[in-house]
């Protein structure tokens, strides 16, 4: 499954249509050497009724499995798809499966770089800037 069929599959976990930043190539962070370039993208969308942030997971967590994701052997290695819950509302989570927002999301472009696009004056919980300034700060930290 690519990451459009991906982004595409995710509209049957909302009743409104979703919305969809454009695919962003970017250089692995963190990952074990000789890593390929990874492809990310930000879908922003409304939960179905009774959708909880640990059903939700489950949902995404399946699809990975369906695009041939296996356990992980080694700490942030490539894999065929990865999705992750940026934020869910105003809701906050910290238990070993989930936490909520993501706790790493304000610290990375390619995280706040598709979701500028799609919601940049979105607050996460727990900042004070929108997505487009802690864009904008982050982009000013590193030189860029």
Same mark, same amino acid.
Request: charged content about 25%; overall charge negative.
């Given at each position: 499954?690519?990451?459009?069929?991906?982004?595409?599959? $995710?509209?049957?976990? &909302? *009743?409104?249509?979703? %919305? =969809? &930043? &454009? +695919?962003?190539?970017?250089? /692995?962070?963190?990952?074990? /050497? !000789?890593?390929?370039?990874?492809?990310?993208?930000?879908? !922003?969308?409304?939960?179905?009724?009774?959708?909880?942030?640990?059903? $939700?997971? *489950? =949902? +995404?967590?399946? @699809?990975? =499995?369906?695009?041939?994701?296996? /356990?992980? =052997?080694?700490?942030?290695?490539?894999?065929?798809?990865?999705?992750? #819950? #940026?934020?869910?509302?105003?809701?906050?989570?910290?238990?070993?499966?989930? %936490?909520?927002?993501?706790?790493?999301?304000?610290?990375?472009?390619?995280?706040?770089?598709? @979701?500028?696009?799609?919601?940049? *004056? +979105? %607050?996460?919980?727990?900042?004070?800037?929108?997505?487009?300034? +802690?864009?904008?700060?982050?982009?000013?930290?590193?030189? &860029?």
């Amino acid at each position: 499954m690519t990451v459009r069929e991906a982004m595409d599959r $995710l509209q049957m976990f &909302s *009743d409104k249509p979703v %919305v =969809k &930043s &454009s +695919l962003w190539e970017t250089a /692995p962070v963190d990952c074990p /050497p !000789g890593s390929p370039m990874f492809v990310n993208a930000v879908v !922003g969308f409304v939960p179905r009724a009774g959708e909880t942030p640990e059903s $939700l997971l *489950d =949902k +995404l967590q399946d @699809l990975e =499995k369906e695009s041939g994701r296996q /356990p992980k =052997k080694v700490m942030n290695e490539s894999r065929p798809l990865d999705l992750d #819950i #940026i934020a869910f509302g105003n809701e906050t989570r910290s238990t070993g499966r989930l %936490v909520l927002p993501h706790p790493r999301a304000h610290l990375r472009e390619f995280v706040l770089g598709p @979701l500028a696009e799609i919601a940049p *004056d +979105l %607050v996460l919980p727990g900042q004070t800037l929108s997505v487009r300034r +802690l864009l904008d700060q982050l982009r000013g930290a590193d030189g &860029s």
